[in-house]
Structures are given as C-alpha cells and as structure tokens.
C-alpha cells in the first residue's frame, strides 16, 4: 500500500448537512477543513454505512448516477449533483486483494452513489474532480469480517488514495430526536469516551485494540448508541487498513448527540 490517507467521518443525518441546518453546522466545517489536512488524493475509496450486500460489492462504472436514499425532503434534496467519475481500474485492484485474502468481492457496474458518498464529499471536494469508487458492507454485520476485509485492504499498489468510512459513531435515530435528558447524553458521552481512548490511545498493543474493536458490544452503552452497527462499521475497515493508533481525532456535535472522527496519516506499506 503506498502513501494512503485513512479517514472516518460521522456524516450526519440524510442529505441535511447541505443545506444549512445548524444542527450540523459543526460537521460541515469539520469536513470543509478536511482536505486541508491531508495531501490532494488521485482517487477515494469510501465506505458507506447505507450500502449492505450479502459479499462485498465495489461499484466499476465509469460515470455513476446518484441515489436519493432519503425520503421526506424538500425538492432540492432530490437535485443534488456530484459527477465525479469512477474508477473502474481500481475498483479491480480492490475485487483482487480482497479475493487474495479470501474474502468473496463482486463489481457493481449499475448502482449509483449513496447519500453517505456524496454528502460528505459535496462537502470535502465541491469541484467532483476526484476519481470515486464505494465499497459495500456485508450484511451479516460482523465486526471481525470488517476489520480483514480493512486489513485486506493493505495489498493495495495504489499511490495517494484516500480511504473514507462514512458513517456515524452516534446513531440510535430515536434518540436524535428525544427530548435531551441528561442521563442520555451521559451515555452518549461514555460510549464516544471508550471509542476515542480504543482508537487513540498509543499505548495501547495493536492485539488489545484489535480485540476491543472486535467486541465493541462489550462498550459502556453500546447497544443505545448501535441498535444496529451499520453505522461504525465503516470505522472497523478503516482501522483494519491502518492497524494503529488514529493519528488525530475530533469530537462533533451532530444533531445534538456527540460524534466522532478519526485519521490516520499518509504512511507507505
């Protein structure tokens, strides 16, 4: 793997981040500040928490469509553009290690682009001048399968690529929308807590940090935080591609609950 930037964003509810809703507004200059961090990448290849597949699926067309995966909003939500190309060439590169590693990958040559692509990346890169590709979670959920298929991840012979987990390290949508009680937020906090310290603490050994990230179930309030794991899964590929310590992190309010990100920095393997 060569010179590869890791990042794990939280992207925030539907396509609301766009379009000024100040319970994201804290997110939204997180992500604008983003590529000012890291070195200009020549593709992104992202994770999307709203993609699930019975095997990993990796979109290969050259030109992808949008998908509006959201319902309930106004007209614009549903004009949004982001016309970045694909990368077909890395979308193989990807179907291979992944193969090489045992872990069973299609191309995906008609699906469009999820809302947990291009939200953040209308965000990060407004030009769409970046060559894209998405990878599917596997609907099983297993958090071991998604650390190797992050680890698998390391054959890569790609240089300057970006890595994006696009999910949310807070979402449990009846909460979001609750009144704000304080024992809520305390749990809320505890769980960011214990995710921040898994994934930063450098002194930590990487089997320990593996272990925890394998059994984040057994994290103070984690089943309030994940009913469901779609969401910090993407965080496990991300870590499973790094295999160390996250270089920088940063705690958001989103929607009124506290969220994290996480980046690891240019590194050659």
Sequence with gaps: MKNVNIAFISHGGGPMPLFDDPAHAEMVSYLKSLPQKISKPSAILLISAHWETEQVMITAHSNPELLYDY??????AYEVKYPSPGEPELA??????LKQSGIPAKLEYKRGYDHGVY???????????????????????????????????????????????????????KAFFAPNMA??????????????????DKNIREDDR??????????????YCHPREEHLLPLHVCYGLAGRASDEHENITILNKQSSAFIWHSQVK
């Design 71 to 76: 319902y309930g909003f106004p007209a614009p």
């Design 92 to 97: 193989k590169q990807v179907q291979q290690v």
């Design 119 to 173: 939200v953040p990346l209308t965000l990060m890169y407004p030009a769409a001048d970046i060559p894209v590709i998405q990878l599917s979670l596997v609907n099983s959920l297993d958090s071991a399968l998604h650390l190797a298929i992050g680890k698998a991840l390391q054959l890569l012979d790609y240089d300057n690529l970006l890595v994006i987990g696009s999910g949310f390290s807070f979402h449990n949508m």
């Design 183 to 200: 024992d809520n937020q305390l749990k809320n906090q505890q769980f960011e807590d214990w995710l921040s310290i898994t994934l930063s």
């Design 210 to 223: 593996n272990e925890r990230m394998t059994n984040w179930v057994q994290a103070p309030h984690a089943r």
